[in-house]
């Protein structure tokens, strides 16, 4: 596969989790600041990959997770996101457009409304928990690749979610 150019315009300089171990059903609320050094162009994709690690100990893999309904390992225009409701409303409160091209500029998002983390109870409450890996890249019309942010998550069970 051939090594994506780099033009890092996006810059994520602050990301904050909280609670810090988020468990399946309850709320956890995000902040950061990301640096966005020249526009946006319309075409931009976001490119979602999520991997959960199955075994156990020194044994666990990471296996990537499907984008089903949206959701998962998804490759979405990145302009269409902007224009979600949800995410419009968040963007305007902080200063941003929800339209292509976006807006060069510093935004900070660290008071938003909780992010519910969905329940699954019983097995599949087994199944969700966890250590995920996460990498998020935005990737211009060109193949560019704007920005990156990536980590590792483990979701854990509230005490509703045992069998």
């Known amino acids: 596969m051939p090594k994506r150019k780099q033009s890092k315009i996006i810059t994520f300089e602050d990301l904050r989790i909280s609670p ?6 309850k709320q956890l609320t995000l902040g950061t ?3 966005v ?12 990959r999520i991997k959960k690690y199955v075994g156990r ?3 666990s893999v990471p296996v990537k997770l499907p984008c089903v309904n949206g959701f998962g390992s998804c490759k979405t225009d990145l302009c269409k996101i902007f224009k979600n ?10 200063g941003g457009n929800c339209e292509c091209p976006f807006q060069p500029n510093v935004y900070k998002y660290y008071n938003g409304e909780p992010i519910q983390v969905p329940t699954a109870k019983g097995l599949g409450g087994l199944f969700a928990k966890g250590k995920y890996a ?10 560019e690749e704007l ?4 980590g590792e998550v483990k979701l854990n069970l509230n005490k509703q979610n045992v069998i």
Do not use: Y
């Open 57 to 59: 100990l020194f044994f």
């Open 20 to 25: 810090e171990d988020p468990k399946l059903g």
């Open 37 to 48: 050094d020249d526009f946006i162009e319309p075409g931009s994709i976001s490119d979602l």
């Open 147 to 150: 920005g990156c942010l990536s």
């Open 134 to 143: 996460i990498e998020w890249r935005i990737i211009s019309p060109k193949g």
């Open 85 to 94: 409701k949800d995410v419009c409303k968040v963007l305007k409160e902080i």
């Open 33 to 35: 600041t990301v640096k």
